[in-house]
T-cell receptor, first 118, second 114 residues
Framework: NAGVMQNPRHLVRRRGQEARLRCSPM?????VYWYRQLPEEGLKFMVY????????ESGMPKERFSAEFPKEGPSILRIQQVVRGDSAAYFC????????????????FGAGSRLTVL | AQSVTQLGSHVSVSEGALVLLRCNYS??????LFWYVQYPNQGLQLLLK??????LVKGINGFEAEFKKSETSFHLTKPSAHMSDAAEYFC????????????FGPGTSLSVIP
């Protein structure tokens, strides 16, 4: 029973290129979250998605960043025209159904994708 | 808006000593509370969680945490530190609202001295 799968684990891009990070949630999970972890900082919430819907993108930068979670396939975090400040570890997490169910929504994290922008 | 603070970005303890990592939250209503651990170059793993009921919760690896509503705290403790406990620890909260936005604290790096 595979957990949350993220790829690539490491990605190197030059300034101005595009970065695409993929996340396959845990089997049975329909909610996906993306977090960014900068060096010496905690995790910052970026976006929360359900299948084909963005529920909360309040943590996403207004430009260059987008996320999707299509009906079929993994969730994608896309960063266009990367800059050095985008270098970070990007973590995907998934959870069971949302709402007010007690005990639900424990996040299961992937191992992260580490983006380095040269 | 809810927020999480963790007092002490770095904590060092001797092997065998008590571990105490502090977490305070601000929220208009008691939230769900979590502690996660992150080992180097890995994702986060859930240590323990508080949802409802007993305010003292036990987690994996001998850790426990107590929810104190009056102090808006959820401090993490372990009676005796082990070398393998060296890691980054994150406190997190989630409001009991209609969707699941989890907010993390800045983290505390725990070092264990032999």
């Amino acid at each position: 029973n595979a957990g949350v799968m993220q790829n690539p684990r490491h990605l190197v891009r030059r300034r101005g290129q595009e970065a695409r990070l993929r996340c396959s949630p845990m089997k049975g999970h329909s909610h996906v979250y993306w977090y960014r972890q900068l060096p010496e900082e905690g995790l910052k919430f970026m976006v929360y998605l359900q299948k084909e819907n963005i529920i909360d993108e309040s943590g996403m930068p207004k430009e260059r960043f987008s996320a999707e979670f299509p009906k079929e396939g993994p969730s994608i975090l896309r960063i266009q025209q990367v800059v050095r400040g985008d270098s970070a570890a990007y973590f995907c997490a998934s959870s069971h159904a949302g709402g007010l169910t007690t005990g639900a929504n424990v996040l299961t994290f992937g191992a992260g994708s580490r983006l380095t922008v040269l | 808006a809810q927020s999480v603070t963790q007092l002490g970005s770095h904590v060092s303890v001797s092997e065998g000593a008590l571990v105490l990592l502090r977490c305070n939250y601000s929220s208009s209503v008691p939230p769900y509370l979590f502690w996660y651990v992150q080992y180097p170059n890995q994702g986060l793993q859930l240590l323990l969680k508080y949802t409802t009921g007993a305010t003292l919760v036990k987690g994996i690896n001998g850790f426990e945490a107590e929810f104190k509503k009056s102090e808006t705290s959820f401090h993490l403790t372990k009676p005796s530190a082990h070398m393998s406990d060296a890691a980054e620890y994150f406190c997190a909260v989630r409001l009991k609202t209609s969707y699941d936005k989890v907010i993390f604290g800045p983290g505390t790096s725990l070092s264990v001295i032999p």
